[in-house]
């Protein structure tokens, strides 16, 4: 039986995009935006998926909301809940249901660089590696158990556009990597750390010329 999957995303979709074209033992069984008019609702339309909008803007309140979004995500049944650039701070009460089954990506190696404008901030400390991260998600915000990373040089003529491309490349290989383990059953979390059953040496990603 394949993993069931409900993807929450808010724009564009791209890592959506790279999970539902890596040909994964996975049912993408819905996506849902908070966003209507996200990018990645008219990929998972025009692909034959279930498209969901839930405009958070009509409910002010955010554990109302959220409940509301927790309740349409349980309808469909999902071993795993994926983040792929939901752009909005989850309530506990949310987290606490889906823990262990909601993974979420970073654009930083963290716990360097948590919270938005990663690129810039990277760039402003002059840090000469820069990087991305699949991890679970917990009520520490931008700080579960990680499953995999990836590395990237920063150059020194970089802007924040140039290095996002770069981490870009490497958020679309290591997410439907995680998304497989998880869905392989391979992954174990322990005191806060993650196992790989079977192949503790590849959840670090170094590109060619690292
Ligand atoms: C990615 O950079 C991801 O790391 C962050 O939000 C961005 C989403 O991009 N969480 P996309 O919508 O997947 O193209």
Aim: net charge neutral; hydrophobic share 45%.
């Amino acid at each position: 039986m394949s993993c069931r999957v409900v993807v929450l995303l808010s724009g564009r979709g791209s890592n959506f995009q790279a999970i539902a074209e890596a040909r994964l033992p996975i049912e993408i069984v819905a996506v849902i935006s908070n966003r209507p008019h996200a990018a990645g609702l008219d990929y998972a339309r025009t692909h034959g998926l279930a498209a969901i909008a839930l405009d958070h803007t009509a409910h002010p309140d955010r554990a109302a909301f959220d409940a509301l979004l927790a309740e349409e995500i349980e309808r469909h049944r999902p071993d795993l809940v994926v983040l792929a650039g939901y752009m909005r701070i989850l309530s506990p009460a949310f987290i606490a249901r889906f823990e262990g089954r909601l993974l979420n990506i970073h654009p930083s190696l963290l716990p360097m660089f948590q919270g938005l404008k990663t690129h810039e901030r990277a760039l402003a400390e002059g840090v000469k590696i820069h990087g991305c991260t699949v991890h679970f998600v917990t009520a520490d915000l931008d700080h579960g158990p990680i499953v995999i990373q990836a590395a990237v040089p920063v150059r020194a003529d970089d802007t924040p556009d140039t290095l996002a491309a770069r981490v870009l490349r490497q958020e679309h290989r290591i997410y439907p990597q995680a998304v497989r383990w998880f869905a392989e059953g391979r992954l174990e979390i322990n005191r806060g750390r993650v196992n790989l059953k079977d192949d503790p040496t590849s959840q670090s990603v170094f590109p060619a010329g690292m």
